[in-house]
């Protein structure tokens, strides 16, 4: 995969719910915590559209498979680290806009609460029914 395809979240405008995990240490005790709290929904966020990208410095991979390679991810970390955040937590979209933003691990209850919330997910929600 080249760089420029890895780092271009434009392609899950409309496609796919993101959640972006930025962590400076791979053993953060809030990245780690939240790698395993989404593990224990991958059904539910598959169901709901949602594309994992884990970011640790300057590198990603997406998924949770352990053989995923990492990539270069230069510009995506430049784009959402905070300098000041050893572990980040972002949501983001169909529309490609930031839903949650956080610096602690973050429940799978209330991420898919809050998926659930968002309009388009209502939509589809009522269409199954």
């Not at 709290?37 to 709901?48: Q, S, V």
Request: charged share 35%.
């Amino acid at each position: 995969m080249n760089t420029a395809q890895s780092q271009d979240l434009s392609k899950h405008h409309w496609e796919d719910r993101l959640i972006l995990l930025l962590t400076e240490d791979l053993e953060n005790e809030d990245f780690t915590n939240q790698l395993q709290e989404l593990e224990m929904g991958l059904k539910e966020l598959e169901d709901r559209k949602v594309v994992v990208y884990q970011v640790y410095q300057h590198q990603m991979k997406v998924g949770f498979a352990e053989d995923a390679q990492w990539t270069t991810a230069t510009n995506l970390y430049k784009k959402y680290d905070e300098k000041d955040s050893p572990f980040e937590f972002y949501l983001i979209g169909l529309d490609g806009k930031i839903k949650l933003k956080d610096y602690n691990c973050i429940s799978l209850d209330k991420i898919l609460d809050l998926i659930d919330s968002m309009p388009m997910r209502k939509d589809k929600i009522r269409s199954k029914s």
